[in-house]
């Protein structure tokens, strides 16, 4: 059974950092990929940031050059670097994994950005 649970989020003023993590049940390298998404209020859920299991990295262009994602093997986590946040990264921010075409997800855990 796959279980994926965030951690990290919080309060912070403009300009901040947090680092998100995403524990996961099983080894991270079973999954086609992981990937870290977001959801605002009254918005869809889009994509933030994607690695593939080759390490392949991808972001949105709104979190190009601030957000890096990163995993940990031995660990079986997932991480999400936010630098220079801006009151537009408030969002609940949601851990996934693909693996043979079905999609994890956790619980979430929320960012909000204000001075």
């Known amino acids: 059974q796959v279980q994926l649970v965030e951690s990290g989020g919080g309060l912070v003023q403009p300009g901040m950092s947090l680092l998100l993590s995403c524990a996961s049940s099983?080894?991270?390298?079973?999954?086609?990929?992981m990937a870290w998404y977001r959801q605002a209020p009254g918005k869809q859920r889009d994509l933030v940031a994607k690695?593939?299991?080759?390490?392949?990295?991808s972001y949105a262009d709104p979190v190009k050059g601030r957000f890096t994602i990163s995993r940990e093997g031995t660990t079986k986590m997932l991480y999400l670097q936010m630098n220079d946040l801006k009151p537009e990264d408030t969002a609940v921010y949601y851990c996934?994994?693909?693996?043979?075409?079905?999609?994890?997800w956790g619980q979430g855990t929320q960012v909000t950005v204000s001075s």
């Open positions: 690695m593939t299991v080759g390490g392949t990295t």
């Open positions: 099983v080894n991270i390298f079973e999954f086609n990929s």
């Open positions: 996934n994994a693909k693996i043979l075409g079905l999609d994890y």
